[in-house]
T-cell receptor, first 114, second 114 residues
Framework: KQEVTQIPAALSVPEGENLVLNCSFTDSAIYNLQWFRQDPGKGLTSLLLIQSSQREQTSGRLNASLDKSSGRSTLYIAASQPGDSATYLC?????????????FGTGTRLQVTL | DGGITQSPKYLFRKEGQNVTLSCEQNLNHDAMYWYRQDPGQGLRLIYYSQIVNDFQKGDIAEGYSVSREKKESFPLTVTSAQKNPTAFYLCASSTRSVTSYGYTFGSGTRLTVV
């Protein structure tokens, strides 16, 4: 059974800092890994998707890496801003029986202070 | 703009009452999903549907029912058999190429038992 862990559970940084969020998974047989952002009381917004054959993806100040063999992914946020404050979730898509299944971590709650 | 619309945003259920959560998408996605989110836990899959008139149980289907009569719509009914329904419910959709394009989520419905 796939298990996804995100460390740390919460993080507070001053504005302007670069930061790294971590995601680990137990079964390396995945199709892709997706990073999401969730604001309080809101739905999930997709940030980056890394397919299993890729090592990293970039979008603006965000960079996500994937090391499938070691079961790890990192989300790097450059020059953090207060607007980056949210919960960040990672999810891996793997095979469960005959269907694909998305398994989520419990998230990292990020606060960027002025 | 294409997206997923969930309604209502907030819903209150009395003991013994069935309630239905709406999910509509105009993305022309084939697959649709319902997830439940509880504090401190990852999202858990309730039901999913890969084509019209077909759906499968997820990890926590007991006390829930769904229908998929139209490609665009995937309503979720929370029945009186669900003993702890208070949670945040998220609907998602994906194309057949989910490994390449990932999942898109709606804005969620918060259900509270009163």
């Amino acid at each position: 059974k796939q298990e996804v862990t995100q460390i740390p559970a919460a993080l507070s940084v001053p504005e302007g800092e670069n930061l790294v969020l971590n995601c680990s998974f137990t079964d390396s047989a995945i199709y892709n890994l997706q990073w999401f952002r969730q604001d309080p009381g809101k739905g999930l917004t997709s940030l980056l998707l890394i397919q299993s054959s890729q090592r990293e993806q970039t979008s603006g100040r965000l960079n996500a890496s994937l090391d499938k063999s070691s079961g790890r992914s990192t989300l790097y946020i450059a020059a953090s801003q207060p607007g980056d404050s949210a919960t960040y979730l990672c999810a891996v898509l793997g095979l469960s029986g005959t269907a694909s299944k998305l398994t989520f971590g419990t998230g990292t709650r990020l606060q960027v202070t002025l | 703009d294409g997206g997923i619309t969930q309604s209502p945003k907030y819903l209150f259920r009395k003991e013994g009452q069935n309630v239905t959560l709406s999910c509509e998408q105009n993305l022309n996605h084939d697959a649709m999903y319902w997830y439940r989110q509880d504090p401190g836990q990852g999202l858990r899959l309730i039901y999913y549907s890969q084509i019209v008139n077909d759906f499968q149980k997820g990890d926590i289907a007991e006390g829930y029912s769904v229908s998929r009569e139209k490609k665009e719509s995937f309503p979720l009914t929370v029945t009186s058999a669900q003993k702890n329904p208070t949670a945040f419910y998220l609907c998602a959709s994906s194309t057949r190429s989910v490994t390449s394009y990932g999942y898109t989520f709606g804005s969620g419905t918060r259900l509270t038992v009163v």
